[in-house]
């Protein structure tokens, strides 16, 4: 593994089914985020994580919950699918925390909700 | 007024020429900046981050802020077909993750 891995590549989901996106890094970053992207829109923050153990809500949580357990791992879940959460979802990390150093992105899932 | 807002575009740019790419900004705290670039069906990747007023040159690349004005610009020497992708400005969140905005991007097409 090299940088941020994201699984999977692409998924179609039918609306209403609980969905996890998984997310790896091994550059022992402790910020990492999770943003979705919307053509027209740009990128929007879903949720962070300054460090393991903690988490926080970014411009659109609804919908969605996340967790650290570890410094590597930040999988994203929806718990009931909608087809407005049809989007391509990138995972972010960052060496410091508060959003002050630069991100890296990984190569993102692309999701469509029927 | 959006918190960062960029021109859409598509901005078309002859080869070799200079591109020049603008973002204004709301937040008058927001100290430093980054731009990134996205390639079609690609993740986005920092290209340029500036941190105080004034210029920051990198190859072909600088970067340009002014806080009095509210606004950053990238400017692309010497423009190559490879340049061809979406620019997106973004603030830190300085204090906060929770703060992170990236503007819209802007889409930039280099002609041969």
């Known amino acids: 593994i090299a940088g941020i891995t994201q699984a999977p590549t692409s998924q179609i989901l039918a609306a209403g089914r609980r969905m996890t996106l998984r997310c790896t890094q091994d550059?022992?970053?402790?910020?990492m985020y999770w943003y979705r992207q919307d053509l027209g829109l740009g990128l929007r923050l879903i949720h962070y994580?300054?460090?393991?153990?903690?988490?926080g809500k970014g411009e659109v949580p609804d919908g969605y919950s996340v967790s650290r357990a570890n410094t590597d791992d930040f999988p994203l879940t929806l718990a009931s699918a909608v087809p407005s959460q049809t989007s391509v979802y990138f995972c972010?990390?960052?060496?410091?925390?508060?959003?002050?150093?630069?991100?890296?992105f990984g190569p993102g899932t692309r999701l469509t909700v029927l | 007024q959006k918190e960062v807002e960029q021109n859409s575009g598509p901005l078309s740019v002859p080869e070799g020429a200079i591109a020049s790419l603008n973002c204004t900004y709301s937040?008058?705290?927001?100290?430093?900046f980054f731009w990134y670039r996205q390639y079609s069906g690609k993740s986005p990747e920092l290209i340029m981050s500036i941190y105080s007023n004034g210029d920051k040159e990198d190859g072909r690349f600088t970067a340009q802020l002014n806080k009095a004005s509210q606004y950053v610009s990238l400017l692309i020497r010497d423009s190559q077909p490879s340049d061809s992708a979406t620019y997106l400005c973004?603030?830190?969140?300085?204090?906060?993750?929770?703060?992170?905005?990236f503007g819209s991007g802007t889409r930039l097409s280099i002609r041969p």
């Open positions: 937040d008058r705290g927001s100290q430093s």
């Open positions: 550059m022992r970053h402790n910020a």
């Open positions: 972010a990390s960052s060496e410091g925390s508060g959003g002050t150093d630069t991100q890296y």
């Open positions: 994580s300054n460090t393991a153990g903690t988490t």
């Open positions: 973004a603030p830190p969140g300085y204090s906060s993750a929770s703060k992170i905005i």
